[in-house]
């Protein structure tokens, strides 16, 4: 049973040119999160999808990020004109359909290091 | 804002020894309290949680306590062993409609020295 699957694990950018990370949730998993970890920080939370739908983008910057959850497909979150401010590990977590009232477990990947020089 | 504070930020104990964590929450509607451990470059790993509906959960060498009335929940962890070292992040959230928002605390840096 493949966990919650992101990729690529490193990336590096130049200021000015866009990041894309992706996230595939776990099997049977319809509900994708990113969350922002500064260097000895905890995580901020971003962003909550499920498929074609987002739900709450709450923590996510105004200007040039941006998430998806297609119907087919990883959910992918988008950064555009990377500024040196957005080098972070970015997780993906995923937790499976709502059953009543109970609030779901989050299983997290292992992350997206981005490095923007 | 809603806000999950965690204390120590560090933690260095001798190996055999307990480690106790602290989390104070301010939103008094979250009802939900996971633990993760995050150990150098990989993701958070789910370690146990406690739903507000109940004070205490044990799993094996280690426990969670929830205080409700003071917003307070903390992890223990007894006979530490060197494989406990690793940053433990505690999170507190809530099941409002819609959303599955995890407000995390900053971590806590666990030494378990051998």
């Known amino acids: 049973n493949a966990g919650v699957m992101q990729n690529p694990r490193h990336l590096v950018r130049r200021r000015g040119q866009e990041a894309r990370l992706r996230c595939s949730p776990m099997?049977?998993?319809?509900?994708v999160y990113w969350y922002r970890q500064l260097p000895e920080e905890g995580l901020k939370f971003m962003v909550y999808?499920?498929?074609?739908?987002?739900?709450?983008e709450s923590g996510m910057p105004k200007e040039r990020f941006s998430a998806e959850f297609p119907k087919e497909g990883p959910s992918i979150l988008r950064i555009q004109q990377v500024v040196r401010g957005d080098s972070a590990a970015y997780f993906c977590a995923s937790s499976p359909p709502r059953s009543g009232d109970r609030t779901g477990e989050l299983f997290f990947g292992e992350g997206s290091r981005l490095t923007v020089l | 804002g809603e806000n999950v504070e965690q204390h120590p930020s560090t933690l260095s104990v001798q190996e055999g020894d307990s480690a106790v964590i602290k989390c104070t929450y301010s939103?008094?509607?979250?009802?939900?309290f996971p633990w993760y451990k995050q150990e150098l470059g990989k993701g958070p790993q789910l370690i146990i949680d406690i739903r507000s509906n109940v004070g205490e959960k044990k799993d094996q060498r280690i426990a969670v306590t929830l205080n409700k009335t003071a917003k307070h929940f903390s992890l223990h962890i007894t006979e530490t062993q060197p494989e406990d070292s690793a940053v433990y992040f505690c999170a507190a959230s809530k099941s409002t409609s819609g959303t599955y928002k995890y407000i995390f605390g900053t971590g806590t840096r666990l030494k378990v020295l051998a």
């Open positions: 999808l499920q498929k074609e739908n987002i739900i709450d």
């Open positions: 099997k049977g998993h319809s509900h």
């Open positions: 939103d008094s509607a979250s009802n939900y």
